[in-house]
């Protein structure tokens, strides 16, 4: 909003011209999503206390710990991401940019998913929301809009391209395929992220992370100059996704202040499932889907985990982990959880320079 106000004015008051340069918009949005969420977060706090007397409900089949020191925690504290997220982008960003709305769309949409399962959980104070399915098609559907408003957006071949890593100018087109397949990608983020998501601290980190990398990315393939000397697709318009990710930053620091352990309150699935789809279409519009794959491969790893305990139960009996997702794995084997997410923090850092090193080494 305030590029679209005082753009403009740039050439009457030179102090204006600051608003047109992409990383101080990026910078602001970061600030302002994290003073959000530091103004508004005590309060968040208390009237989700107040409303859930009994706290997030906790799953019985989890480690032991939990139904003692988790127990009364509330949830839905993803609402005070959004809010840092929504208000950061919305007052930073070029509000004309279709990319920005589409990613919008699938931060707000999948959030209002996650609140609609996390509140199903509080009322009924059980560990079941909405039912999977029903909660899969929505993802699913949210996405598709998504996916088919970039896709309309973007120029040829990009549009229903994916870029191969390292490759320069290597597309594989899938023609019409491409927009169910980008839409499993964002909706196989979110649930990645979801999975992710059983420590205090653990999932806000490595998201954190992975937004910092994409912004940086959304700047460089939105900017002709550098996409041309890195060798990489230039996606008009998507530096714009700088600002959003920026955005996304700053309210997740703001977050991380009130979940850092132990946690005054849980992000849920408003905030887990919007932030993994946020990460998903991001890739999507950046033209670095394979990418997110490195960048993210924590979430990855906890995703394989999950699906290796669950195709090992039911074909030999036996568990591969002592509990999946991993990081109750490394819970069974007597971590600490401290100790669990910041090492997980730190694999995070890694797999995110792997990540950008695909730009360059071409």
Not at 281 to 291: C, M, P, R
Not at 292 to 298: D, E, I, P, R, Y
Not at 339 to 355: E, H, P, Q, S
Request: hydrophobic share 55%.
């Amino acid at each position: 909003m305030l590029f679209n106000l005082f753009s403009p004015l740039a050439d009457e008051a030179i102090v204006f011209n600051l608003f047109r340069y992409l990383t101080f918009r990026t910078g602001g949005a970061v600030v302002t999503a994290l003073l959000v969420s530091f103004v508004f977060g005590p309060s968040v706090i208390r009237w989700l206390k107040s409303k859930q007397r009994n706290g997030q409900p906790i799953r019985p089949e989890g480690p032991e710990r939990h139904l003692i020191e988790k127990q009364g925690t509330p949830t839905m504290g993803g609402f005070l991401i959004l809010l840092g997220l929504g208000i950061g982008t919305l007052l930073w960003a070029d509000l004309r940019n279709s990319y920005v709305w589409a990613a919008l769309l699938v931060t707000l949409g999948f959030g209002a998913v996650g609140f609609t399962d996390d509140y199903l959980k509080v009322v009924r104070t059980s560990h079941r929301g909405l039912p999977g399915k029903l909660k899969l098609a929505l993802e699913i559907a949210i996405a598709l809009a998504a996916v088919s408003w970039v896709v309309a957006t973007m120029r040829s071949p990009l549009d229903t391209s994916l870029a191969v890593p390292f490759l320069k100018d290597a597309l594989v087109n899938f023609g019409w395929f491409f927009v169910p397949m980008a839409a499993l990608i964002v909706v196989g983020a979110s649930n990645a992220v979801n999975l992710t998501d059983g420590l205090d601290g653990l999932a806000i980190g490595p998201v954190m992370i992975a937004a910092a990398t994409f912004a940086l990315i959304a700047y460089l393939v939105g900017n002709a100059v550098f996409s041309n000397y890195l060798q990489i697709h230039a996606v008009p318009g998507a530096g714009e996704l700088a600002v959003f990710c920026g955005a996304l930053v700053g309210a997740g620091l703001g977050f991380l202040w009130f979940n850092a352990p132990p946690a005054m309150v849980f992000m849920g699935d408003t905030g887990s499932l919007s932030m993994g789809g946020a990460l998903g279409i991001v890739s999507v519009i950046t033209k670095h889907e394979l990418v997110l794959a490195v960048v993210g491969g924590l979430f990855v790893l906890e995703t394989v985990s999950v699906i290796v305990q669950v195709a090992s139960f039911k074909l030999t009996g036996r568990r591969v982990f002592r509990m999946a997702p991993l990081h109750h794995h490394f819970e069974q084997k007597g971590w600490a959880e401290p100790t669990i997410v910041i090492r997980f923090w730190i694999i995070a850092v890694i797999l995110a320079l792997f990540g950008l090193a695909t730009l360059k080494l071409r």
